[in-house]
């Protein structure tokens, strides 16, 4: 009787792992069909045709190509894995973890979601939600400074700029770049909008105080020189002249 139960828990488990499988691939397939002829021209039967199966078999798993297309695009940011003690850190968890995603498959689904916006409005609206949800909110919440979801904000739409011209454009200077030189250059600029005070050189100074002078000095004195004039000194003579 144990292994009766155990031949039919075997066989009850194998449609469910091939079904797993088919619909992993029409979910890749729907990618990629999206992100060639947008979400509007996109058909069941074509995606169907790409993944290798029937139109039933789409309809099945997800229903409608809304709620195919909503599961396609669908990602995460693991923002509190990504969130370290250390500023500077974090933006480059962030930065990495952001350009990294694209690299590794173009057909990825934030790259697919931000295609099809270009020409479709409910794909867009969909962006302004999912960015908004994923990335400002949970960004901000890590950003000490009163104005943090305009921050979030400003450094998303960075991260987007950069990870489009890089990846879907192909812009010579960025596509060609080093990652690491992209990260150099770029991690400061968000260090200031989402860890401000962390920058280096950033303590706190006298605001009317110029660079180089201490706490209570006169702006334009300059420690180790003689005044211009001396109280006890006759008028009309110098230093190091006579009488």
């Known amino acids: 009787m144990t292994e009766d139960r155990t ?3 075997a066989a009850g488990a194998e449609p469910e792992r091939k079904g ?26 074509a995606i169907a045709a790409e993944a290798h199966v029937d139109k039933a078999s789409v309809i099945q798993y997800f229903g409608t190509k809304q709620e195919l297309f ?17 500023p500077a850190r974090t933006v480059d968890n ?13 057909d990825s689904p934030m790259a697919v979601l931000l295609r099809t916006s270009m020409t479709s409005e409910e794909a ?3 962006l302004r939600r999912h960015v908004t949800k994923e ?15 305009l921050r979030a904000a400003l450094s998303g739409a960075m991260m987007f700029g950069i990870a489009t011209q890089r990846y879907l454009l192909r812009m010579p ?11 150099r250059l770029a991690a400061p600029l968000f260090r200031t909008l989402i860890a401000p005070g962390s920058e280096p050189g950033s303590e706190a100074r006298d605001p009317g105080a110029e660079p180089g002078t201490g706490p209570g000095r ?21 230093s190091g002249t006579g009488s």
């Open 70 to 86: 909503r599961e396609a695009v669908s990602w995460h940011v693991p923002i509190e894995e990504l969130t370290t003690p250390d």
């Open 20 to 45: 797993e499988r088919t619909r992993r691939r029409i979910m890749e397939a729907a990618r990629r069909k999206f992100a060639e002829v947008g979400y509007e021209r996109a058909t069941i039967r």
């Open 94 to 106: 962030y930065l990495r973890a952001m350009l990294s995603s694209w690299a590794a498959d173009p």
């Open 135 to 149: 990335t400002v909110e949970r960004v901000a919440a890590n950003v000490d400074a009163p104005d943090a979801r």
């Open 173 to 183: 200077d960025l596509a060609e770049a080093d990652l690491d030189d992209v990260l």
């Open 7 to 9: 031949k039919t828990g």
């Open 124 to 126: 867009a609206e969909l």
């Open 218 to 238: 006169e702006p334009g004195s300059d420690p180790g020189t003689e005044p211009r004039s001396d109280p006890g000194r006759k008028p009309g003579t110098e």
